[in-house]
């Protein structure tokens, strides 16, 4: 993966941007020491290292207004990080860029029962808001599986989703306003405690941007109150069609699950090595259905979702009668990555959608392609939504096996794409399918995704070289070729 | 003024390259049905894109239905409700209140205009179900952002900015939305008699419950007596409407639980689906203050908790009549015509009582000359308002799609 190459002139400022920093962040804000810069060279994507210029750490929003100010008017690239957890290499330093850390947000501002909501610095961790509230009976609904660790700021710029987002929304469908600094210092506000935007929605555009457009300062979060009760199902199957046949025939019921997820039979061996879920070993898939809510409801649909899953040839079929059951389920699909970490010395997570009836075609493209570049590959699947998350087993100390595991990587991806779906439904672009945009948009839909870029940041200083595969000028992008003027289709009715 | 009616995307094209050539503005519509929503453009041409019409794709176990972008909305509705299912932002008719006929309504206009009924407190508005699209922007490019499938990451999410855009940013021509299925049942609780301040404390406690709620509504006295629904037409006073949806078992669970639990507040009520339907239908499309149409019309999205405040505010020293929905989120209000001098007045009044706790005011109907008159959309800050013009630079960097419709050289 080639980043742009690095500004000399820059670099060769570096002592004295690192004291203009430390001018406008006074203390140990600004980390210029390479053994110190050590910790941020990667995120979540650990196969891309890079050591920032110079990482700096502000406290406040007026901070981050004028580092920005600083970047902007002497041509600083910057790189905006919140717990550094991306799969997509979102937060991957920039030789001569400076690193933005955002950890010293971390406080929580208000919780507003009230109006559902609270007021949070990016820096809280996304589970840390739920901590803040639950004590009311209250929660933040998206889930990522990271959740300990990564942040809301970095969960705005992702877009981040979880296991429960089929029925509760991405991270877009739970924001209420924010507070984001541009690369010209101009502090803005979006949104509040109120729905919807008064103008164009720039809380959802900035959402999902990877900080690309702004630098997040403050997030106002929807909050919801707890269901009364949730129960899993367990469901084995003999293949994976009738596994996805089944998931088809709950949503064609009108049932719309917490959550229900999928795995295929290396997910399942492996995770049920490493944590004794009391998984079945003699199937190809595996569903766990989540349903939340009234005990009368969930007791409900278990028993509608039961009859469905044997119409569709459920082999082995249970159903969580206690908490500790639920979370017995779920012990095994959450564990799947550190338990396929646990049987190859490297994996690379991949995150495609595709329309869900695509699945078998998929899967069984997927086993070609893993004959072909002789790696293995375990499937866990949002099941719902057709989001996939395979797995790629390699080992990074066997010449070339990283590149073919990229390769097999690129290749899933393209088959997503081809059959209707898409690159990323939760991790992002980032620097890792930068280069396969070329695939899902053309040239035109991509210009036209620069030029909103170029509407925020018109220098391309913030994290450039993440989403986008080819960086044009901002003047070449807004030049237009005017065609003359004859009046169209002439034959068509006019009133 | 000519009105083109482009047959396909590359009419569209044909057309916007030819405004831009000719730097002709045009007044992009999709049937029409919301024409006099938003500041009297000055536009010289038509650009009529119901001639764009079709579901191009519908499947139901995917949760996704593609349609050009002039679809009537009738004709989508009709497809969901034959598999079970709805578009669940429950889209406004906004036709009634704005003067025309019902049913009128595009695919692209509901999402264009974000349009979002009572169930955006549980559901979202259009923009939280804009799954893609393809639009032609103001420099005659064809783009296409989003997908077809719910869960999408890939690049900026375009969809949102044009959700809202009034077709100041593109001319969609086909579009993606997420459908999902039609509840079972509706249950619909209502109290009888609250001032809007107990109001305002029983929706909140109804929304702070873990019933799943996805409507709270409160009409108060003199706004009942049209509704066709007659617990509501003959409750002699004010009714706080709240709605539940779902499974049977459930629905019938969780309406009693609420009952009970609003019980000390006010004597309630239970309406059954039938009845639900029909109320929240009229709660959706401004029923209540449709009836006036020499009155102006104002729609108000404040924090829940302050809405009776606003609307007190605001209602001080004016003859106002408004109801709130969003659990107190969202006031409908209007305001007898006026003279240019009061309607000013009034005018200020509502900017004003926003101050304290923020939110947005977008004044719906009015006649053309009070629109020009005054900011139909919230003004913004200097530094939203300098980016809102940039991003309209780089969709149509020489105004030629419904300029200033939304704000002043935008």
């Known amino acids: 993966m080639r980043m742009p190459d690095p500004d000399l002139a820059v670099l060769g400022r570096r002592a004295e941007i690192a004291a203009a920093l430390g001018r406008i962040v006074p203390g140990e804000g600004v980390i210029a020491e390479v053994d110190e810069l050590k910790a941020y060279e990667s995120d979540g994507l650990t196969a891309y290292r890079q050591l920032p210029m110079i990482a700096v750490l502000p406290e406040t929003t007026d901070q981050v207004s004028q580092i920005l100010k600083y970047c902007q008017e002497n041509g600083v690239k910057v790189v905006p990080r919140g717990a550094g957890t991306s799969l997509s290499g979102g937060a991957l330093p920039l030789a001569d860029g400076i690193l933005l850390a955002m950890g010293k947000f971390n406080r929580i501002l208000e919780v507003d029962l009230d109006n559902r909501c609270a007021v949070v610095q990016p820096g809280v961790t996304n589970l840390g808001v739920t901590k803040a509230v639950e004590h009311a009976g209250f929660y933040y609904a998206p889930d990522p599986s990271s959740q300990i660790a990564c942040t809301i700021g970095g969960n705005v710029a992702e877009n981040s989703g979880g296991v429960h987002c089929l029925k509760y929304g991405l991270t877009t469908n739970n924001l209420l306003g924010l507070e984001a600094v541009l690369i010209d210092g101009t502090v803005l506000r979006i949104g509040g405690k109120h729905l919807d935007s008064e103008a164009y929605d720039m809380l959802g555009l900035l959402t999902g941007s990877e900080g690309l457009l702004a630098v997040v300062t403050e997030v106002t979060v929807r909050l919801l109150k707890k269901p009364e009760t949730a129960r899993a199902l367990l469901f084995g199957f003999p293949t994976s069609e009738q596994a996805g046949d089944c998931v088809a025939a709950i949503i064609g019921a009108g049932i719309i699950p917490g959550g229900m997820e999928m795995m295929d039979k290396p997910a399942i061996h492996a995770a049920e090595a490493f944590v004794n879920a009391g998984y079945p070993l003699d199937v190809e898939a595996l569903l766990i259905v989540e349903l939340d809510g009234p005990h009368v409801e969930v007791d409900y649909l278990v028993a509608q979702i039961t009859e469905i899953a044997t119409a569709n040839g459920v082999l082995t079929s249970r159903v969580s009668t206690n908490e500790e059951e639920r979370l017995n389920f779920w012990a095994g699909r959450k564990a799947a990555f550190p338990a396929v970490g646990r049987i190859s010395p490297d994996y690379y997570c991949m995150d495609g959608t595709i329309p869900r009836h695509k699945l078998p075609l998929v899967l069984r493209r997927m086993r070609e392609m893993s004959e072909k570049y002789a790696l293995r590959v375990a499937n866990v699947f949002h099941a719902g939504d057709g989001n996939l998350h395979p797995l790629i087993l390699y080992d990074a100390n066997e010449p070339g096996e990283l590149e073919r595991a990229e390769d097999f990587g690129s290749d899933i991806l393209k088959l997503c794409v081809e059959v209707g779906g898409v690159l990323t439904g939760e991790h992002g672009v980032g620097v890792e399918k930068r280069d396969l945009m070329g695939t899902m948009f053309t040239e035109a839909d991509l210009n036209q995704q620069q030029r909103v870029k170029c509407a925020f940041d018109p220098a391309s200083l913030l994290n450039p070289g993440k989403m986008f595969p080819e960086l044009h000028r901002c003047a070449e992008l807004g030049r237009m070729h005017i065609h003359g003027g004859k009046m169209p289709f002439p034959d068509l009715p006019r009133f | ?410």
């Open chain 2, 1 to 410: 003024m000519a009105t083109l009616k482009p047959e396909t995307p590359e009419q569209v094209v044909e057309a916007v390259t030819w405004a831009v050539a000719e730097e002709t503005p045009l007044e992009v519509i999709g049937r029409g049905s919301k024409r006099t929503l938003g500041r009297p453009a000055q536009v010289g041409n038509g650009l009529d894109l119901s001639s764009l019409s079709g579901i191009t794709l519908y499947e139901p176990e995917e949760l996704v239905i593609s349609a050009r972008a002039g679809t009537p909305m009738a004709e989508i509705e009709a497809a969901l409700t034959a598999k079970n299912q709805m578009l669940a932002f429950e889209p406004s008719d906004l036709g009634p209140l704005l003067g025309g006929a019902p049913g009128m309504g595009s695919i692209g206009g509901a999402l264009a205009c974000n349009l979002a009924g009572p169930r955006r407190i549980k559901a979202g508005a259009a923009r939280d179900h804009f799954l893609g699209a393809h639009s032609v922007s103001g420099r005659g490019e064809v783009f296409k952002t989003g997908g077809r499938v719910v869960k999408n990451v890939t690049g900026y999410d375009l969809c949102k900015l044009l959700a809202g855009s009034y077709g100041t940013l593109g001319a969609m021509t086909d579009v993606t939305v997420k459908a999902l299925p039609a509840p079972e049942k509706t249950r619909t609780v209502l109290l009888f008699g609250l001032d809007d301040a107990a109001a305002s404390r029983a929706m909140t406690r109804a929304m702070q419950s873990a019933h799943e709620v996805s409507g709270a509504a409160h009409l108060p006295a003199g706004l009942t007596t049209g509704s066709a629904v007659s617990y509501v037409a003959k409750a002699g006073g004010a009714v706080t409407a709240i709605r539940v949806e779902g499974p049977g078992p459930s629905v019938e669970h969780r309406a009693a639980a609420l009952r009970r639990e609003l019980a000390d507040l006010a004597e309630t009520e239970e309406l059954h689906s039938m009845n639900s339907a029909k109320l929240w239908a009229e709660l959706r499309d401004v029923g209540p203050l449709a009836a006036e149409p020499a009155h102006l019309v104002w729609k108000i999205s404040v924090p829940p908790a302050s809405g009776a405040g606003v609307a007190a505010r605001i209602a001080h020293g004016h003859d106002a009549r408004y109801f709130f929905d969003w659990g107190g989120g969202l006031i409908w209000l209007a305001l007898p015509a006026s003279d240019a001098p009061a309607f000013e007045g009034r005018h200020a009044a509502v900017r004003a009582a926003l101050k304290d706790c923020g939110g947005h005011a977008t004044l719906i109907r009015a006649p053309e000359d009070l629109r020009a008159q005054v900011p139909v959309f919230q003004p913004q800050d200097p530094g939203n308002a300098a980016l809102t013009k940039r991003v309209k630079d780089s969709f149509d960097p020489r105004r030629v799609l419904n300029p200033g419709r939304m704000y002043a050289g935008v």
